[in-house]
């Protein structure tokens, strides 16, 4: 608890504004991630927020950031944080990508832990970003589908939503948005747009 509350502390004060024109972003593919796909997040990236993407050099995900407690996984809040501290000056946020499960904890509004504790105090998520924050991450492991098609839009559409957060983006109550709370359904991921309703557009112009 004490490690996930500084965490959050550190990213609250230390991650960036609004995006702009100037602003860079890292991709990070770990573990052999497909440099197709990282390709296209670049792409998609730069093109949804108007900023400027830098695809890394591919890297292991840190053995500290595994877990093995329902099944072996990597924790998403480790890896965010690692990014975070290792951040290169050059870089104003960073995307880590990976075909590999990650999980967190999942919490209610207050900081307390949904119940029961078996289940979400180590619970797979499809990605996780901070609102607001510098680094977020986005696996593929949750997101499959038969349609390659389907799998690159649903990858897109979580990279976008959890980028959003960094830049300060809550979730959107509009079920078309991406920005909309996925619930734990990946249908709710399949059904929102590829793209930002008018209220979150307006938050996003306010640079």
Known sequence: MRFIIALLILLQYSCSDYPSENKVVGIQPYNSFSEEKANMISKTIADFYDVK??????????????????????????????????????????????????????????????????????????????????SCVVSTFRIKHKDAATVNVRLQKVAVHEFGHNLGLPHCKDKKCVMTDAVEKIATIDNAKLALCYDCKMKIKKT
Do not use: E
């Open 53 to 134: 993407t830098i695809i890394l050099k591919d890297k292991l995900i840190s053995k500290k950031a595994f877990i093995n407690v329902k099944s072996p996984r990597y924790r998403a809040d480790s890896i965010i944080l690692f990014q975070h501290r290792d951040i290169p000056d050059s870089l104003d946020f960073i995307i880590g990508l990976t075909s590999k499960d990650i999980s967190t904890t999942k919490y209610k509004s207050g900081r307390k832990m949904v119940q029961p504790a078996y289940k979400y105090q180590d619970w797979g998520v499809m990605g996780l970003g901070y609102c607001p924050g510098n």
